[in-house]
């Protein structure tokens, strides 16, 4: 044609194109949530990555959390010592991966370094005495506790590495529904053969899962770069990342942005932390065999994951866009205020029970989708090593905070009630740095995405 079309006219045909040829699952997707026709992919894709991952987690967390109450629940604060020393020194290597790989390679040694692991472990517990066991036990619940942070911070790493801002606000909530699913199955196996079939069998089959996750890793990694419109702000995730060893330390405690985001991540830990031993408490006390205490934990953990999911499929990216990324973080630490003063009030299982199971549904389903979104408007470089540092080290420092806290508030003789107190006004301060977070996030996302708009 000799006169051009007007450019309003092309851009509504080339929004539309993508729509021919489209599945119905496609179209099923995109009336369920706000998905545009070119993500669909690299949201399918992510999913079963996220599914795999949380589907060997879970698989092996209820065989992990019986072993650590088998080892005493008084040596439990113990345990996140080791975890914490496990973190610090698996970070350094890791950052080097990142600093010198290409995206792809570094992301699936780490996965399968951690596969090798599980696969070790598997062994072990197969030809172990009672005595050794017990010792063992007290291993493998550190190692699961770095894995399940490790592999999942990396993977969040790379979704924010993916989609930007406004797309994870759309879909970040859909995206930890993938999670929520392989948690599900992963927990329901567990659930349903734990008195059946011993734990080196259950290990294999969460060892061959990592190698689903690397397929998923290697595939939304080839169709990343589709996803973003402005050449400049695409990753080039088939470079390495460069930067510093350190740099993931050194940014962390550097930027004030950053700074924040760890302090609303070691608040949260604490917390999850006191809750955590509180439960364990009560487990111990309310269930005599490991069976029966290692079945609880899996019936939890579904439960949790069960109602996660509604949330997560419908409501999650609805929420963040209806009440802003502020007001949405401050949710669960609001929940928290409230549920710790209830267990004040009635320390037992009735109790810690519910608040558990809101509690971890609250941070799945909407504050863990809501806190990825902080780290689209960082550097990339940030996104993979200050991010890390923050997820696992920064992480696993409040879970020592709050470990050797509990074990001190007992020592003293203040007991649940008082520990519960305590809870609330770290909960509340907790509340005001997720809504400064918030703020501040809208604003870094607004200045990021005007260049992008001047080039459309």
Same mark, same amino acid.
């Given at each position: 044609?000799? @006169?051009?079309?007007?450019?309003?006219?092309?851009?509504?045909?080339?929004?539309?194109?993508? /729509?021919?040829?489209?599945?119905?699952?496609?179209?099923?997707?995109?009336?369920?949530? @706000?998905?545009?026709?070119?993500?669909?992919?690299?949201?399918? *894709?992510? *999913?079963?990555?996220?599914?795999?991952?949380?589907?060997?987690?879970?698989?092996?967390?209820? $065989?992990? @959390?019986?072993?650590? $109450?088998?080892?005493?629940?008084?040596?439990?604060?113990?345990?996140?010592?080791?975890?914490?020393?496990?973190?610090?020194?698996?970070?350094?290597?890791?950052?080097?991966?990142?600093?010198?790989?290409?995206? $792809?390679?570094? +992301?699936?040694?780490?996965?399968?370094?951690?596969?090798?692991?599980?696969?070790?472990?598997?062994?072990?517990?197969?030809?172990?005495?009672?005595?050794?066991?017990?010792?063992?036990?007290?291993? #493998?619940?550190?190692?699961?506790?770095?894995?399940?942070?490790?592999?999942?911070?990396?993977?969040?790493?790379?979704?924010?590495?993916?989609?930007?801002?406004?797309?994870?606000?759309?879909?970040?909530?859909? +995206?930890?529904?993938?999670?929520?699913?392989?948690?599900?199955?992963?927990?329901?196996?567990?659930?349903?053969?734990?008195?059946?079939?011993?734990?080196?069998?259950?290990?294999?089959?969460?060892?061959?899962?990592?190698?689903?996750?690397?397929?998923?890793?290697?595939?939304?990694?080839?169709?990343?770069?589709?996803?973003?419109?402005?050449?400049?702000?695409?990753?080039?995730?088939?470079?390495?990342?460069?930067?510093? =060893?350190?740099?993931?330390?050194?940014?962390?405690?550097?930027?004030?942005?950053?700074?924040?985001?760890?302090?609303?991540?070691?608040?949260?830990?604490?917390?999850?932390?006191?809750?955590?031993?509180?439960?364990?408490? +009560?487990?111990?006390?309310?269930?005599?065999?490991?069976?029966?205490?290692?079945?609880?934990?899996?019936?939890?953990? /579904?439960?949790?994951?069960?109602?996660? /999911?509604?949330?997560?499929?419908?409501?999650?990216?609805?929420?963040?866009?209806?009440?802003?990324?502020?007001?949405?973080?401050?949710?669960?630490?609001?929940?928290?205020?409230?549920?710790?003063?209830?267990?004040?009030?009635?320390?037992?299982?009735?109790? &810690?029970?519910?608040?558990?199971?809101?509690?971890?549904?609250?941070?799945?389903?909407?504050?863990?989708?809501?806190?990825?979104?902080? #780290?689209?408007? &960082?550097?990339?470089?940030?996104?993979?090593?200050?991010?890390?540092?923050?997820?696992?080290?920064?992480?696993?420092?409040?879970?020592?905070?709050?470990?050797?806290?509990?074990?001190?508030?007992?020592? /003293?003789?203040?007991?649940?009630?008082?520990?519960?107190?305590?809870?609330?006004?770290?909960?509340?301060? *907790?509340?005001? =740095?997720?809504? *400064?977070?918030?703020?501040?996030?809208?604003?870094?996302?607004?200045?990021?995405?005007?260049?992008?708009?001047?080039?459309?």
């Amino acid at each position: 044609m000799a @006169d051009e079309l007007p450019s309003s006219v092309a851009a509504d045909i080339a929004a539309e194109a993508p /729509l021919h040829g489209e599945t119905l699952a496609a179209r099923s997707l995109r009336q369920a949530i @706000d998905v545009r026709p070119e993500e669909v992919a690299a949201l399918g *894709w992510s *999913w079963l990555y996220i599914f795999a991952l949380l589907s060997s987690y879970y698989i092996m967390r209820p $065989i992990r @959390d019986q072993m650590g $109450i088998a080892g005493g629940v008084n040596n439990l604060q113990w345990l996140f010592t080791g975890t914490l020393a496990g973190m610090l020194l698996l970070n350094l290597p890791y950052a080097w991966l990142v600093r010198t790989l290409p995206r $792809i390679r570094f +992301i699936s040694i780490t996965y399968r370094f951690f596969a090798a692991n599980i696969l070790v472990f598997a062994l072990a517990l197969h030809l172990a005495t009672g005595a050794q066991a017990v010792w063992l036990g007290r291993l #493998f619940f550190i190692w699961t506790s770095v894995y399940n942070l490790f592999v999942v911070s990396v993977f969040w790493a790379m979704i924010v590495d993916v989609f930007n801002s406004e797309q994870g606000k759309r879909l970040f909530g859909f +995206i930890a529904a993938g999670a929520t699913i392989g948690a599900i199955f992963g927990s329901g196996v567990t659930a349903s053969l734990a008195e059946h079939v011993a734990p080196t069998y259950l290990l294999l089959g969460a060892a061959v899962l990592l190698e689903v996750a690397v397929l998923g890793v290697r595939h939304l990694s080839r169709i990343s770069d589709a996803l973003r419109a402005d050449p400049r702000t695409r990753t080039a995730g088939d470079r390495p990342v460069g930067g510093g =060893v350190l740099a993931g330390i050194t940014h962390a405690f550097g930027s004030r942005y950053l700074v924040n985001v760890s302090v609303f991540m070691l608040l949260f830990s604490i917390t999850s932390t006191l809750l955590y031993f509180q439960q364990a408490s +009560i487990v111990n006390a309310s269930f005599h065999t490991r069976g029966a205490q290692t079945e609880f934990f899996a019936t939890i953990d /579904l439960a949790v994951n069960v109602l996660t /999911l509604g949330v997560q499929l419908f409501l999650t990216g609805r929420i963040v866009r209806w009440l802003g990324v502020g007001i949405t973080l401050a949710l669960l630490p609001g929940v928290s205020v409230i549920g710790f003063g209830a267990l004040a009030m009635l320390p037992t299982l009735s109790a &810690v029970v519910p608040f558990q199971v809101l509690r971890r549904a609250g941070n799945f389903a909407v504050a863990r989708p809501t806190r990825e979104v902080l #780290f689209t408007v &960082v550097p990339r470089e940030d996104r993979y090593k200050a991010k890390n540092f923050i997820d696992t080290v920064i992480y696993r420092t409040g879970d020592q905070v709050g470990a050797w806290s509990y074990a001190l508030l007992t020592a /003293l003789g203040w007991g649940m009630t008082r520990t519960a107190v305590m809870a609330v006004p770290l909960s509340a301060i *907790w509340l005001l =740095v997720g809504l *400064w977070l918030g703020h501040r996030q809208e604003v870094l996302a607004a200045s990021e995405a005007e260049p992008e708009a001047r080039t459309r």
